[in-house]
Every structure is written in structure tokens, then in C-alpha cells.
């Protein structure tokens, strides 16, 4: 069991490289080992969970993200030990484009923090069908309601899961149901379970991602709602003895999301901008839920704000009132920073919500995998090598996935 664990999470890492045929093997030159299943059974594996497991790369779900999401990778894995066939939503060559995504277009310049939005151009739908729009305005896609087996759903929180009218507010739900008022996750999860004598289970990233990336704005899942639809989850995945894995909720900010242009590099590029005035610019000032202060240690820029950091020292934005972000009359509003006293809300909230999952797994008798195994040891110094191949944190270059849901995906270089 805990080689399989280990042997899961270096797929993982792999995986969330997003990596195509061309990239290089990161198994190249190792020793071959003959692959055993255990104990497993992986006659027809079933993966549950939300963006990474549908496959959701570069702001959209498109076909080559799916083809190479981890549940497939590990369905390929699985045919060499007996596995079976793996059924997924797959949108057709026709309509490759999928939901439409974002295409690096030129490597950024990670010292202008502007380049990395203007280094970027979006693909158009592929898929759009037309007709009314979800919640939100996104387009209906092409549908696929036949039977499943990687039931991803890019967006879905676990708070979600029981929720009977919510593919009316996510389009990837929505073409995947015949009745998306009725239908809930949990009943579309239950439907396509049967047979299934293997699963992986990776939910909840999104319950902490929401409030990460909109800078605390978005409320974190309440730990008893989380409970009690996690366990009720648990308990359909488990029926009958039906064994799996269930994935942890990784450190979301050692992301490069969050990593990448950091109040430093902001100061910096300010006082650069400014002619390197008298005295220098030495910190930002931002609104709280305590009140406006300057930025302290801990406090996280997010990558897809960098334009709007851009307006730093304006006196057009903002409230216009004193120089945009470096004043008290017309500091950098909430949603564009990940303040300290969040990330200690949201790392609380991690905390609790990977104790239930683990309590679960462990009650259940199920395999449970810490992400953050592998994904601290690429983010520390020197990152971590497989295969001849160095992974790290460092957006884009350093081949490591940005780990976020929503819209804001910055993509990956294929």
C-alpha cells in the first residue's frame, strides 16, 4: 500500500504537468519494474472529483486536456495489471476547442508582471451549442449523457454535491445531465458507479480555491456542511467494499498563483516606474476586513491581477483619491489580495477539511495520498528531480501546473 500511495503521487505530479507526447519522458532511462497490482481490482475504474480530475488546463476543458488527465493516465497504467476500458466525456475532434482556452502565445518576462497576462491569447469554443446560458453567462456545450466513468466537473465544491439545481450554474455539469434541475452530482456520481470496482476521489480543492483566488471575498465551505456531504459521498464510493484512493487538498498558496508576482517584485517595479524616488516605496496599502494597512509579511498577490496591479501610483483608479494602492484614502481593494490573516482562514480551513477526508479514507479503508508530499519538495529549493527532469515552482519554466479552478487558469506552455 504505500508503494502504490508513492507510485500515485508521482503520477500526480507527472499528471498535473499536463504534459503531451512531445514533452520529455520524465521516466526516460530509469529501470524498468514489471507493474503488480496488489490486491487492486481495476476491472472498471471510476474517478470522482472537480477541474484536474475532467481534465480543466489553461482556463478551459478541451480535448487534448482530457485525453491527458490524470484519471486517463492512470486508466492506461491500470490496462497494463488487467484494467478495463475508461469512458470519458470526451468532446469530438470536430470540436476540439472544447469550452475554449488560453494559448501561450510568447514565454513572459517574470520581472514585468504585466507580460505574463499579455503573453497569453484565448482559443475560441469549440463546443458551444448555443441556446440559453448558465448562470454567469458561460455558453451551453455539447452534450454527452451517456454512461461516464471520469466524472470530473471543473467548479464543483463538495458543498455542491447535493445541490439539485446546480447544473443551471455550471456549464460542464450541465452537458453532462438530461435533467440538470433534478440532477444532483451526488445521483450522477451514484448512477454511474455501477460495476465500478475501483475509484480515486479528489473533491474539496475547489471549497478553499473560491475564496483563495477572489482574496477572501468568497465564503470557505462550512467544516459541518463539508462533513456531512464528504461522508455521504464516502459512503456511496465505498458501497459494497468498492476500495480506492482518496486525494488531499494541496498547499494552494506555494502555488505559482500565488508565488509568482510577489509584493516585493511590485515595490519594486513601483519604485522603478517612479525614478527610485526619496524616500523608496517600501510597502503597499491594501483594504482588510480590520481596516486599510500596509501590506506585512504573508500577504499574496495572485497572478491574474497583475494588469490591475499595473495601476499602482495612478491617481485614475481606484478612488481616485491619493495615488492608487499607496495610500490610505485609496488603497488596493480586498479582492486583489490574499491578505495574511486569509491565508490563515484558508490554511484553517485545509486543515479540517483533509482531516475529514483522511478520517474517512481511513474508516472506509481506503488509500488517502497527501499531495503536499511531493508538491512542497518541488516548491523548496532546488526542486525535486524524477527521471533526469527538475520540477519547481517557478511559473511556467519550472513545469509545475498552477493549481486553481476558475476562470482565471494562467495556462502552461505545451
Not at 494552494?252 to 517595479?269: D, G, W
Not at 501610483?313 to 491578505?339: E, I, R
Amino acid at each position: 500500500m504505500n508503494r502504490f500511495r508513492w507510485g500515485f503521487v508521482l503520477t500526480l505530479l507527472v499528471s498535473l504537468n499536463a504534459c503531451t507526447n512531445n514533452d520529455i519522458d520524465p521516466n526516460a532511462g530509469t529501470v524498468t519494474v514489471t507493474p503488480t497490482k496488489g490486491s487492486a481490482d481495476f476491472t472498471k475504474y471510476v474517478a470522482v472529483g472537480n477541474s484536474l480530475t475532467a481534465g480543466y488546463a489553461d482556463g478551459g476543458l478541451y480535448r487534448d486536456s482530457q485525453l491527458n488527465s490524470y484519471p486517463s493516465i492512470l486508466a492506461g497504467q491500470f490496462t497494463t495489471v488487467g484494467g478495463g476500458g475508461f469512458v470519458q466525456p470526451l468532446f469530438t475532434e470536430a470540436q476540439a476547442a472544447g469550452s475554449g482556452y488560453l494559448k501561450l502565445i510568447r514565454v513572459p518576462s517574470l520581472s514585468d508582471p504585466t507580460s505574463l497576462i499579455t503573453s497569453i491569447a484565448q482559443v475560441a469554443p469549440g463546443a458551444a451549442r448555443g441556446g440559453t446560458t448558465v448562470v454567469g453567462g458561460a455558453p451551453l456545450l455539447t452534450k454527452f449523457t451517456d454512461a461516464n466513468q471520469n466524472l470530473g466537473v471543473p467548479g464543483i465544491r463538495v458543498s455542491d454535491i447535493l445541490t439539485s439545481n446546480y447544473g443551471f450554474g455550471n456549464q460542464y455539469f450541465e452537458r453532462l445531465v438530461s435533467n440538470p434541475s433534478a440532477t444532483t452530482y451526488f445521483q450522477y456520481m451514484s448512477d454511474n458507479l455501477n460495476g465500478a470496482t475501483f475509484f480515486s476521489c479528489w473533491l474539496g480543492n475547489n471549497d478553499a480555491l473560491g475564496y483563495a483566488t477572489s482574496g477572501g471575498t468568497t465564503p470557505l465551505t462550512p467544516v459541518d456542511l463539508f462533513t456531512t456531504n464528504f461522508t455521504a459521498a464516502m459512503n456511496k464510493l465505498t458501497e459494497g467494499g468498492r476500495k480506492g484512493v482518496v486525494i488531499g487538498i494541496p498547499n494552494i498558496t506555494t502555488t505559482p498563483y500565488f508565488s509568482t508576482i510577489t509584493v516585493s517584485l511590485a515595490v519594486a517595479q513601483i519604485n522603478l516606474a517612479l525614478n527610485n524616488p526619496t524616500p523608496a516605496i517600501t510597502a503597499l496599502v491594501i483594504q482588510t476586513a480590520q481596516g486599510v494597512r500596509a501590506t506585512k509579511t504573508g500577504d499574496l498577490l495572485m497572478i491574474p491581477n497583475a494588469l490591475e496591479y499595473a495601476k499602482i501610483g495612478s491617481s485614475t483608479a481606484g478612488t481616485k483619491v491619493g495615488p492608487y494602492g499607496l495610500s490610505a484614502t485609496n488603497p488596493l481593494p480586498t479582492q486583489y489580495v490574499l491578505d495574511a490573516d486569509e491565508v490563515t482562514a484558508l490554511n484553517t480551513a485545509i486543515t479540517a477539511y483533509d482531516g475529514i477526508m483522511k478520517a474517512q479514507a481511513d474508516a472506509k479503508g481506503v488509500a488517502y495520498v497527501d499531495p503536499n508530499t511531493v508538491l512542497n519538495q518541488a516548491a523548496a529549493a532546488g526542486g525535486i528531480t524524477q527521471g533526469g527532469v527538475t520540477y519547481t515552482s517557478s511559473f511556467i519554466q519550472g513545469a509545475y501546473l498552477v493549481l486553481m479552478v476558475s476562470t482565471s487558469h494562467p495556462p502552461v506552455m505545451r
